[in-house]
C-alpha cells in the first residue's frame, strides 16, 4: 500500500507512515445529501427550488479545429528547431566563436529539442519549455545586468539585443499561458 500523505510503498495495514510518521490512510466523510428538486409549482415555502437549465461548470469547450500544431505554435516550432541553428550556424560562420560562447550553442541546441518535442505533442514538452523559458530568462537578465556593469569594449547594442530577446521570452510565456491551440493540443496551457 502506498501512504496518502507522503506517497511511498509502505507495508499493508500500517497505520502510522513509517517514513513521514503521519496517518497513512485519509478518512473521508461521505458528501452531504443533495436536496431533491421539486417542480416550481409545487414547492413548499422553505425548499430549494432548483432552475431549470443546470449551469455548465468546467473549462469552456474548445474548438476541435484548433487541435494539432499549426498556427503560431506552428511558427514557434519552426523559429526553434530551424531559424534558431541556422541563425547560430550565421553567427559562427560569420563572427568566428569570438562572440558566440559554448552557452548560446547549448541553448540553441536545447530549444531544437524543445521545439522537436513541441512539434511531436511530446507528454514531457511543457516541462522542458518551462525549462528553456527559464534559462533563456536567465540568461538574458544576467546579460542585460552584466552590460551596466561590463567594461566599455561591449557592442553598444547588446543591451538592445538582450532587452529584445527578453520580451520575446515574455511575449512567447504569454502565448503558452493563453492560447487555445495550446490548450486543444496539449490538454492545458504552461
Excluded at 425548499?47 to 498556427?71: F, T, Y
Excluded at 541546441?109 to 511543457?126: D, E, S
Aim: proline share 8%; aromatic share 12%.
Amino acid at each position: 500500500m502506498f501512504c496518502a500523505r507522503c506517497g511511498q510503498q509502505i507495508p499493508d495495514a500500517s497505520e502510522i507512515c513509517p517514513l513521514c510518521g503521519r496517518e497513512a490512510t485519509l478518512k473521508l466523510d461521505p458528501p452531504p445529501a443533495m436536496p431533491t428538486a421539486t417542480p416550481a409549482a409545487a414547492a413548499a415555502p422553505g425548499q430549494i427550488q432548483w432552475p431549470a437549465e443546470p449551469a455548465v461548470i468546467g473549462p469552456p469547450m474548445r474548438r476541435p479545429d484548433l487541435k494539432g500544431v499549426g498556427g503560431w505554435l506552428m511558427f514557434f516550432c519552426i523559429s526553434l528547431t530551424l531559424l534558431s541553428p541556422l541563425f547560430m550556424a550565421a553567427r559562427v560562420w560569420g563572427d568566428g566563436m569570438g562572440l558566440v560562447s559554448m552557452i548560446d550553442i547549448a541553448v540553441t541546441a536545447f530549444g531544437m529539442v524543445v521545439g522537436i518535442m513541441l512539434w511531436n505533442v511530446h507528454p514531457r514538452a511543457f516541462l522542458l519549455l518551462w525549462i528553456y523559458f527559464g534559462l533563456l530568462a536567465f540568461f538574458l537578465v544576467l546579460g542585460i545586468a552584466g552590460s551596466f556593469v561590463g567594461s566599455e569594449e561591449q557592442n553598444p547594442n547588446q543591451f538592445v539585443l538582450l532587452f529584445r530577446g527578453l520580451i520575446y521570452v515574455i511575449v512567447w510565456f504569454s502565448y503558452f499561458k493563453k492560447s487555445d491551440r495550446v490548450q486543444a493540443t496539449f490538454g492545458r496551457n504552461l
